[in-house]
C-alpha cells in the first residue's frame, strides 16, 4: 500500500488527478449502490411483510369457522388457497398445545419455487397470526413465505445503479480529463518553461498567465522570480564590467605614463620579460636606443613645468611617428626615452633608425609663442644575439648616451665596452661627490679675465676642483653635470660663492679691486630665494656687491616668464654684475638680452678657437660685439690661446679676454702673485707710456 502510494505521489499531476477522480467515484458510486440496496431492501421486506400478514389474517378469518368445527380438512382447504400466491411456502394452524390443527404444503415445483429462489436460508419469511374467537386464542396462523423476488429487485436495482454508475464514471472521466487540463496544462508550461531556462539560462523567457489561481500565482511569483533573478545579473554583470573596466583602467594607469601616455618603465619591465621569455625564432635583432633631452631642466626651470611637460608630449609623439608600429617607445622618467626597435638587421641600420629619432626631436616647435629648439643624446646598444638581455642593454644604452652627453650633448653614441665603466665610474663619482666637499677636496682655481685694450687684469673667474684621493684631478665637466643632476650643486655653488668672493675681498684689499666670477648653475635658479642668498653671501664675504659677478648661461635666462628672469632682476637691483656665459652655444633668442640686466656677454670658446684665420667665426664675433654694444653689453672673449687671437679681439672691440694665453686657471697662493705681477706691470708700463706718450699709441 505504502509503495502503491509512493508511486501515486511521484506521478505526474494529469495521471494523479485522473485516479483521483477514478477512486473518489468509484467509492461515492459504491456507496450509493449500497446505500440504495439497504434502502431498497429494507422498503421490499417491509412491503412483503405487510402484505403477507394482510393475507394471513384473511385466511385466519377463514379459517375460524373450520377450527370452531374442528373441520380440519376444510381448514386445510382454506389453507390451500394460499398455494395460489407463488411465494408461500407453508402454512399451518397450530393450537396452543402445539398440535397441528391443519397444514399445508404446497407440491415440490411450485410455481414460487420456479422462480429459481432458494426456499432456505435468510430469504424465507414467517409471519403468525393470532386466530380468535370471543376474545380467546385458539390458535395461530403460521404462514412461511418467499422473500427472492425481493433480492432479485435489488438485483435489479442495484445492477441498473452499477450501470449508471459505470456510465457516469465514463461520462465523468472524460469531463474531468478536459476540465484537469485546465489546471495541468499551465502547470505543465511552466515546469517545460523552467527546464528551457535552467538548461539554455536564458532569463528574458516568461510564463504566459492564463488564470488567476494559484497557478496564475505562481506563473506570476515565477516571472518575477525570473527577473528578480535577471535584473540582478544585470546588474552584477554590469558591476563585473565596471570592476573590469577600473582594473583596465588602474593597469593601463600602472604601465603608462600621465603626462605623455607612452608605455612607462614598469610597462618596459614587463615587455621585456615576455620578449626573454619569448623563444619563437624571429628576423633580425634589436637595438635599444636610450634618449635623454639636452637641458630639460631649464626649460622646467624657465618657462616652468606645465610649457616642460607640453615639450615631452610633443617628444613623445614625435618618437612614436619616428618609429615602426613594431617598436616600442617608453617614457623612463623625467626627460628620458627608451625606444625598442625591432627587427634590425646590422649595426648600420640602428644608427640609421637612432639618427631618424634625434632628426624628429630637434625639428623646432613653439611655446610661448616662440619657435623653440631641443635636442637630445642617443645612446645606443645593439643584441649581439637573438636572446637578448634587456637589463645589460638598458646599461649599455645609458652609458653610451652619458658618453653622447660629455661630448657636446645632440648627439648619437654606440655602445662600447670601455662606456660601461665610464658609466660606473660616474655612479661611484656621484657617490664620492657627497663627501668631497666636507673631506675638503674641492678647491676653487681662479682664471685671470684681462682688459684686452691694456692687458690689466680686471677680474677673475672662479673655477671649481676636485682633487679626488684615488683618482687624482676630476674635471668639473665630469662632475659638475653629476653634482647638477644630484642637487648637489646647490650646496657647492654657495660653497664656491662664499670662497671666492671672501678670497676677492681679501685680494682687494691688498690690490686694486678686481671683479669675481662665479659660475652659477640653473639648479641653484629653482631656490626661489636664491637672490636673497646670494646677498647674504656677499655680504657675508665683504666684497662690494658690484665686484660680485655671477655667470648665468643662456639657457637659465632665455624664458622672460620664468622664475629666473625675476631672480636676475633681483641680483641686478641688488648691485650684482650679470655676465651670461658660453654665449651662442645655446638657444637663446637676442631679442631676449635686452629684457634683462646683464653686464656681459661671454663669447664661447667655440667661435675664438678658430680665430683669426676663420673668416665665419670672426664675422660672427664681430656681430656678437656689436650687439652687445648696442645693448650697452661689454664682451668677454674666452679660451684666447694666442697672441694673434687675442690682437683680434681687441681690433673687433671686445672688452675683455680669458685664457691660457693670459693664464690658466691659478690656485689662490698663486693668484696673488699673478694680480702683483699684471698690476705692477701695468703700472709700469703706464708710467713709461705717460713719459713716452708718442710711443703709447
Ligand atoms: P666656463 O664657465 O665656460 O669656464 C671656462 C672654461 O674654459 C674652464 O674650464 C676653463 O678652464 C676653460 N678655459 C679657459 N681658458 C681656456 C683656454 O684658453 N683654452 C681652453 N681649452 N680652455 C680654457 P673648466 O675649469 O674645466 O670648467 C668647465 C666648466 O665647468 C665651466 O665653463 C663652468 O661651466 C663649469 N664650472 C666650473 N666651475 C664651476 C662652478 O664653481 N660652478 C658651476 N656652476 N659651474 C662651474
Ligand atoms: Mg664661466
Ligand atoms: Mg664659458
Same mark, same amino acid.
Given at each position: 500500500m505504502r509503495r502503491h502510494w509512493n508511486t501515486l505521489r511521484d506521478i505526474p499531476i494529469r495521471q494523479k488527478l485522473r485516479r483521483f477522480q477514478l477512486m473518489t467515484s468509484l467509492i461515492s458510486g459504491l456507496c450509493t449502490t449500497a446505500m440504495l440496496v439497504l434502502i431498497v431492501w429494507n422498503v421490499e421486506y417491509r412491503k412483503a411483510e405487510h402484505e403477507a400478514g394482510l393475507k394471513a389474517g384473511i385466511v385466519a378469518e377463514n379459517a375460524l369457522p373450520a377450527l370452531l368445527l374442528r373441520d380440519s380438512k376444510t381448514a386445510e382447504e382454506? $389453507?390451500? %388457497? $394460499?398455494?395460489?400466491?407463488?411465494?408461500?411456502?407453508?402454512? %399451518?394452524?397450530?393450537?396452543?398445545? &402445539?398440535?397441528? @390443527?391443519?397444514? @399445508?404444503?404446497?407440491?415440490?415445483? !411450485?410455481? &414460487?419455487?420456479?422462480?429459481?429462489?432458494? %426456499?432456505?436460508?435468510? #430469504? %424465507?419469511?414467517?409471519?403468525? +397470526?393470532?386466530?380468535?374467537? &370471543?376474545?380467546?386464542?385458539?390458535? +395461530?396462523?403460521?404462514?412461511?413465505?418467499?422473500?427472492?423476488?425481493?433480492?432479485?429487485?435489488?438485483?435489479?436495482? &442495484?445492477?441498473?445503479?452499477? #450501470?449508471?454508475?459505470?456510465?457516469?464514471?465514463?461520462?465523468? !472521466?472524460?469531463?474531468?480529463? =478536459?476540465?484537469?487540463?485546465?489546471?495541468?496544462?499551465?502547470?505543465?508550461? $511552466?515546469? *517545460?518553461?523552467?527546464?528551457?531556462?535552467?538548461?539554455?539560462? !536564458?532569463?528574458?523567457?516568461? *510564463?504566459?498567465? +492564463?488564470?488567476?489561481d494559484e497557478i496564475g500565482e505562481l506563473g506570476e511569483g515565477f516571472n518575477r522570480m525570473i527577473a528578480h533573478i535577471e535584473q540582478r545579473n544585470t546588474a552584477l554583470g554590469n558591476e563585473l564590467a565596471e570592476r573590469q573596466r577600473v582594473e583596465q583602467r588602474l593597469e593601463h594607469q600602472a604601465l603608462h605614463d600621465q603626462v605623455t601616455g607612452l608605455p612607462n618603465r614598469h610597462f618596459f619591465r614587463r615587455r621585456t620579460d615576455e620578449l626573454m621569455r619569448d623563444t619563437a625564432p624571429r628576423q633580425g635583432s634589436r637595438a635599444l636606443l636610450f634618449i635623454d633631452l639636452d637641458n630639460f631642466k631649464y626649460v622646467n626651470d624657465t618657462f616652468g613645468h606645465d610649457c616642460g611637460d607640453r615639450l615631452l608630449i610633443v617628444v613623445g609623439e614625435r618618437l612614436s611617428a619616428a618609429v615602426r608600429a613594431t617598436d616600442m617607445v617608453v617614457r623612463f622618467g623625467g626627460d628620458e626615452f627608451v625606444v625598442v626597435l625591432d627587427q634590425i638587421a646590422n649595426l648600420p641600420q640602428a644608427q640609421l633608425g637612432a639618427r631618424k629619432v634625434l632628426d624628429a626631436v630637434i625639428q623646432p616647435f613653439k611655446m610661448?609663442?616662440?619657435? @623653440?629648439?631641443?635636442?637630445?643624446?642617443?645612446?645606443v646598444a645593439m643584441a649581439a644575439g637573438p636572446s637578448e638581455n634587456f637589463d645589460e642593454l638598458l646599461k649599455k644604452a645609458d652609458a653610451a648616451m652619458y658618453v653622447a652627453k660629455s661630448a657636446g650633448k645632440n648627439g648619437i653614441r654606440l655602445w662600447e665596452p670601455s662606456m660601461s665603466n665610464e658609466s660606473r665610474t660616474r655612479f661611484e663619482l656621484e657617490a664620492e661627490l657627497h663627501q668631497a666637499l666636507d673631506n675638503h677636496e674641492l678647491e676653487l682655481h681662479y682664471q685671470p679675465i684681462i682688459e684686452l685694450a691694456t692687458g690689466r687684469i680686471a677680474g677673475l673667474e672662479a673655477l671649481m676642483r676636485w682633487h679626488h684621493p684615488a683618482r687624482g684631478p676630476v674635471s668639473p665637466a665630469v662632475f659638475i653635470p653629476i653634482a647638477e643632476d644630484s642637487g648637489l650643486i646647490v650646496r657647492l655653488g654657495e660653497w664656491a660663492m662664499l670662497t671666492a668672493f671672501s678670497q676677492a675681498a681679501r685680494w682687494n684689499a691688498r690690490f686694486d679691486p678686481l671683479f669675481m666670477a662665479v659660475n652659477v648653475s640653473g639648479r641653484q635658479f629653482r631656490d626661489h630665494a636664491f637672490a636673497s642668498k646670494a646677498q647674504t653671501i656677499a655680504r657675508a664675504s665683504g666684497l662690494a656687491y658690484g665686484m660680485c659677478e655671477l655667470e648665468v648661461t643662456e639657457t637659465m635666462v632665455m624664458g =622672460?616668464?620664468?622664475? *629666473?628672469?625675476?631672480?636676475?632682476?633681483?641680483?641686478?637691483?641688488?648691485?650684482?654684475?650679470?655676465?651670461?656665459?658660453?654665449?651662442? +652655444?645655446?638657444?637663446?633668442?637676442?631679442?631676449? #638680452?635686452?629684457?634683462? *640686466?646683464?653686464?656681459?656677454?661671454?663669447?664661447?670658446?667655440?667661435f675664438v678657437m678658430d680665430l683669426p684665420d676663420d673668416v665665419e667665426d670672426a664675422a660672427i664675433t664681430e656681430a656678437i660685439v656689436g650687439l652687445a654694444k648696442t645693448l650697452s653689453m661689454r664682451t668677454v672673449a674666452e679660451g684666447i690661446e694666442t697672441a694673434a687671437q687675442a690682437a683680434m679681439l681687441r681690433q673687433l672691440g671686445c672688452q675683455y679676454g680669458q685664457g691660457y694665453f693670459f693664464s690658466r686657471p691659478l690656485p689662490a697662493e698663486q693668484v696673488a702673485a699673478f694680480i702683483a705681477n699684471n698690476q705692477a706691470e701695468h703700472a709700469h708700463r703706464r708710467g713709461a707710456a705717460e713719459a713716452k706718450p708718442s710711443l703709447a699709441r
Open positions: 382454506i $389453507l390451500a %388457497r $394460499l398455494g395460489r400466491d407463488s411465494e408461500v411456502l407453508g402454512a %399451518r394452524i397450530i393450537e396452543p398445545n &402445539g398440535r397441528i @390443527f391443519a397444514s @399445508f404444503r404446497p407440491p415440490d415445483g !411450485n410455481p &414460487g419455487g420456479a422462480k429459481g429462489i432458494a %426456499r432456505e436460508g435468510l #430469504l %424465507r419469511m414467517r409471519v403468525n +397470526t393470532a386466530i380468535v374467537s &370471543g376474545g380467546e386464542r385458539l390458535a +395461530t396462523l403460521e404462514v412461511e413465505s418467499d422473500r427472492g423476488y425481493v433480492v432479485a429487485q435489488i438485483l435489479f436495482y &442495484g445492477g441498473a445503479v452499477l #450501470l449508471s454508475m459505470v456510465l457516469s464514471m465514463l461520462i465523468g !472521466n472524460s469531463i474531468a480529463v =478536459h476540465l484537469q487540463r485546465v489546471i495541468t496544462d499551465p502547470l505543465s508550461a $511552466l515546469v *517545460a518553461l523552467m527546464k528551457n531556462v535552467s538548461v539554455d539560462g !536564458n532569463l528574458s523567457q516568461r *510564463a504566459t498567465i +492564463t488564470t488567476q610661448a609663442e616662440q619657435n @623653440f629648439f631641443i635636442t637630445c643624446s642617443i645612446g =622672460h616668464s620664468g622664475e *629666473a628672469a625675476r631672480i636676475l632682476g633681483e641680483l641686478s637691483a641688488a648691485g650684482f654684475s650679470l655676465s651670461l656665459d658660453d654665449f651662442g +652655444t645655446g638657444y637663446s633668442s637676442l631679442a631676449y #638680452l635686452k629684457r634683462f *640686466a646683464l653686464d656681459k656677454l661671454k663669447i664661447d670658446r667655440s
